[in-house]
């Protein structure tokens, strides 16, 4: 079993940063690829970006490709996800999410795919 703590959430006004950030406890971080994953009210929760056990291959939806940074610690148990120039539309409801994997560079997108997950973070981007 492993607890993700989702922090760094908040209100920002459009173009503006945020870095979010997931602690992992329980059994190795290594052993799990990762994800953030986003829902917004009314809407189905929407993979955003996510990183494989070995950080070298990482992957992002189309939305965010360009502006957003997925990064991971192993050493510190933390995923990051580095948001720029956000948008009124990147507000929703932001979960971490974490996937026991085999593989080294592996990242999935289907939120079914992931064993666990955080308690999420909001953020809201003022136009």
């Known amino acids: 079993q492993v607890q993700l703590v989702e922090s760094g959430g908040g209100l920002v006004q459009a173009g503006g940063s945020l870095r979010l950030s997931c602690a992992a406890s329980?059994?190795?971080?290594?052993?799990?690829?990762m994800g953030w994953f986003r829902q917004a009210p009314g809407k189905e929760r929407e993979f955003v970006a996510g990183?494989?056990?070995?950080?070298?291959?990482?992957y992002y939806a189309r939305s965010v490709k360009d502006r957003s940074t997925i990064s991971r610690a192993n050493a510190k148990n933390t995923v990051y996800l580095q948001m720029n120039s956000l948008k009124p539309e990147d507000t929703a409801v932001y979960y971490c999410?974490?996937?026991?994997?085999?593989?080294?560079?592996?990242?999935?997108?289907?939120?079914?795919?992931?064993?666990?997950w955080g308690q999420g973070t909001q953020v809201t981007v003022s136009s």
């Open positions: 329980g059994r190795t971080f290594s052993t799990y690829s």
């Open positions: 990183i494989s056990r070995s950080g070298v291959i990482t």
């Open positions: 999410a974490a996937r026991v994997d085999v593989t080294w560079v592996e990242v999935r997108t289907d939120p079914k795919d992931y064993d666990y």
